[in-house]
C-alpha cells in the first residue's frame, strides 16, 4: 500500500511568488489534515479536510494560504503570495474516517519550503 | 489550550544502551491520546507508540515503551537495547478526543528531541 506523498520534496522561491504544494493522501482515507514546522519550532496544524469539505480551518496563518481537496482525494495549499516567514515544512498526513481510537495519522516525507 | 514540552533538544547514546526521552504536557482535559512519532533523516515521520489517557498501563511496541504520569502530565519514551536505525527526530504530540468519524482530531506536537545513537 502506497504512503502519503507531497510534491515537490523541496521549493525554493522569490519573495512574491506563488507556490502550490501537493499532497495525495492513501487511498481511503477521507481524513487529510496540513501541518507546518518553522525551523527549530513545533509542527503546528494548519486545516483538516473530510472528503473535500474543509472541517477546520483554524491553524491557517492568513489569507494568503488556500487549500483545496478537490474530489476528496489529493490536496493542494497554495501560498500566494509567499513571504519570508511561510519558510518552513509542510507536513500532509491522512487518517481514515472513525475511531480516534484507531484512526492514526501517517504523515508524508514534508515539503521544504525556502521563501528568499 | 494544550501544549507540550519536550525539554531535550538533543541526545546521544551508545548502541544497545537504554535512552529515556521525556514530554510533558498541560491541559485540562480528561479524555485524550498520546504519541511518539519518530522522524528519520530524510524520512517521513512515524508512529511509534500511541497511549489513551484512560488506560492506566503503559503501552509498549517492543523496545519502546512509555511512561505515562498522568497527574504529573509527563509522558517519557524508553528505548531499550538501542539501534543505529533509531537514530532520528522524535516528536511527542497530544491529541484531544474531539469526536468521531469527521471531527478534527488535530496533533499538537512538542519542539523535537534530536537522538543520535552512536556505534
Redesign the interface.
Known sequence: EA??TQFPSHSVIEKGQTVTLRCDPISGH??L?W?RRVM??????LL?F?KESK??ES?MPNNRFLAERTGGTYSTLKVQPAELEDSGVY?C?S?L?????T????????TRLTVL | AQTVTQSQPEMSVQEAETVTLSCTYDTSESNYYLFWYKQPPSRQMILVIRQEAYKQQNATENRFSVNFQKAAKSFSLKISDSQLGDTAMYFCAFMKHEGYGGATNKLIFGTGTLLAVQP
Open positions: 504512503g502519503v477521507d481524513n489534515y501541518y527549530g519550532k513545533e509542527i503546528k496544524f483538516h473530510v472541517q477546520d491553524g507536513f498526513a487518517s474516517w472513525g475511531l480516534p481510537s484512526d492514526t495519522q501517517y504523515f508524508g516525507p514534508g
